[in-house]
């Protein structure tokens, strides 16, 4: 089945504790973003990835960073949390170019 | 730049109701449009999109039409379910090809029996 799979679903943590959201897909997608959800403010883009290697500041870059080690994975990195990063967060992947995004399912993080 | 702007919400209709959600846009050249559903707990999924002027986009009944003149797409549906209750959010693709997708707010729909 084709997917996008994000690990944790759900996270509380405390402020300054790193942590890393996990996604996978198994498209073979070339593209890949992260985004965050609140309220409000509907999805803004943190950071994408045009392949492997090639990673790029979205709309809300700050406090975030990425890798794209494997075509597959694009990990999401808080190296100091801060409770204005809670939020719900979502990966998505496309083909290059083609305008639709794959989501996973969400991961819901709670800064204290 | 590119930016989206939907109906606020929370929308709330009997079933069966006719559902317009009113989309407008501000882009420039002619980026393909989407609308995407977030059903509770769960990620976004494509619902329809139309790639240029006057494209008409449909699934499960919903419809949204590519309209240049008033740089709308307002989705539609003619007889709503209680199924149907989710979010429903509109989305610019990057102009010239690409993949950013530019999200408006969201709209929230409930649908009642």
């Known amino acids: 089945e084709a997917q996008v799979t994000q690990n944790p679903r759900y996270l509380i943590t405390v402020t300054g504790k790193k942590l890393t959201v996990t996604c996978s897909q198994n498209?073979?997608?070339?593209?890949m973003s992260w985004y965050r959800q609140d309220p409000g403010l509907g999805l803004r883009q943190i950071y994408y990835?045009?392949?492997?290697?090639?990673?790029d500041k979205g709309d809300v870059p700050e406090g975030y960073k990425v890798s794209r080690k494997e075509k597959r994975n694009f990990p999401l990195i808080l190296e100091s949390p801060s409770p204005n990063q809670t939020s719900l967060y979502f990966c998505a992947s496309s083909r290059r170019g083609a305008g639709e995004l794959f989501f996973g399912e969400g991961s819901r993080l709670t800064v204290l | 730049g590119n930016s989206v702007t939907q109906m606020e919400g929370p929308v709330t209709l009997s079933e069966e109701a006719f559902l317009t959600i009113n989309c407008t846009y501000t882009a420039t050249g002619y980026p393909s449009l989407f609308w995407y559903v977030q059903y509770p707990g769960e990620g976004l999924q494509l619902l329809l999109k139309a790639t240029k002027a006057d494209d008409k986009g449909s699934n499960k009944g919903f419809e949204a039409t590519y309209r240049k003149e008033t740089t709308s797409f307002h989705l539609e549906k003619g007889s709503v379910q209680v199924s149907d209750s989710a979010v429903y959010f509109c989305?610019?693709?990057?102009?010239?090809?690409?993949?950013?997708?530019?999200f408006g707010t969201g709209t929230q729909l409930k649908v009642e029996l």
């Open positions: 498209m073979n997608h070339e593209y």
């Open positions: 989305a610019l693709g990057a102009t010239g090809g690409g993949n950013k997708l530019t």
């Open positions: 990835s045009m392949n492997v290697e090639v990673t």
